[in-house]
């Protein structure tokens, strides 16, 4: 079948577009992370995955991380042909950090009355954030304040900086517990104040944003506020999964590093029986209900509901936490 020029014409539209989005996965997977379109972050998370596992399927994800770095040193030195790449083969961004002793003795536990503050990004603004805070609110000597801004972290202060914003929080609520949880949009190259850019998946990119995860926790620890760090759940896509589990790893190692701070895991929570991701979950009685959203990243008000409950008996391991009694009958 002979196909008309428009009908070519648009077959050639689709397959140069195809071929940008191939091209270019990386940098279409750090736009999806950092826009507040759900639609536009599954489509860009979607076609960035599937193309980089093609790349990857084809043995030829290398060269396309090195083109990255090559046209990333053109732009900032001249001195590109003294850069080596076997430094960043070597040791990549996904590395682990060295495993920290776990014997840090811990306070005893803290006394009432709590004012928590909990901040983050998305995870904190909807979803789990706020059924966490209704969670709290409802044992005595609690008084819980919230800020949670979308496509935030700790990766891009030019953005939004969660370390002035912090200062601020704490000035004017005055707590002495707080609840942290930040990493969903932090898998990005991360930029500087003055503009400089650290690439993700370069060996600079894990000392820098654990400096940063440090800065973070010496702001609440030099106010003595006590700290639980939430890491992320398992996600569906697996290359945003490999980077969620590097960030994870950054958080309890710092965490790790002050007795103020207890990093609480919720990587398995969601998972099922096999430990692998499900958009379904069974509730008490056996039957599976949504606790996942679109995305395949952020949970329903179920799925909040399952880690909420984990939460809290972690949080009571340091908290003495009573339930308000409900009002004497007239």
Not at 258 to 266: G, T
Request: glycine share 6%.
């Amino acid at each position: 079948m002979k196909l008309s020029n428009p009908a070519k014409s648009i077959i050639t539209i689709v397959l140069v577009l195809l071929g940008i989005v191939f091209y270019e996965s990386k940098r279409i997977e750090t736009f999806s992370i950092g826009t507040d379109n759900s639609v536009m972050r599954s489509l860009g998370m979607f076609l960035s995955s599937k193309s980089e596992k093609i790349k990857s399927f084809l043995g030829i994800s290398q060269f396309f991380e090195n083109d990255e770095k090559f046209w990333a040193k053109i732009k900032e030195s001249p001195k590109i042909f003294n850069y080596s790449f076997a430094a960043v083969q070597e040791k990549t961004a996904t590395s682990t950090p060295a495993p920290l002793p776990l014997n840090v003795p811990l306070p005893l536990k803290l006394e009432a009355p709590y004012n928590i503050l909990i901040v983050g990004d998305s995870f904190i603004a909807e979803g789990f954030g706020p059924t966490l805070e209704k969670e709290l609110l409802s044992y005595q000597n609690i008084r819980v304040y919230r800020k949670g801004v979308y496509s935030t972290g700790l990766s891009r202060p030019d953005y939004f900086n969660w370390d002035e914003e912090t200062d601020k929080l704490i000035t004017t609520d005055k707590p002495n517990i707080a609840v942290v949880m930040f990493g969903a949009n932090d898998g990005q190259d991360q930029r500087t104040l003055d503009g400089e850019v650290i690439h993700y998946g370069t060996i600079e990119w894990n000392p820098e944003y654990s400096r940063r995860v440090a800065d973070f926790l010496k702001i609440l620890n030099d106010n003595e506020i006590f700290v639980f760090w939430i890491g992320n759940p398992l996600a569906r896509d697996d290359y945003y999964t490999k980077k969620m589990e590097n960030l994870n790893s950054i958080y309890q190692s710092e965490c790790q590093k002050s007795i103020n701070c207890v990093y609480l895991s919720i990587w398995s929570l969601l998972a099922d029986s096999q430990g692998k991701y499900s958009a379904y979950l069974p509730d008490k009685t056996g039957v599976k209900r949504l606790a996942r959203a679109s995305d395949g990243i952020h949970t329903t008000a179920f799925g909040s509901k399952i880690l909420v409950r984990e939460v809290i008996n972690e949080m009571k391991e340091k908290m003495a936490l009573e339930i308000t009694p409900p009002p004497a009958p007239e």
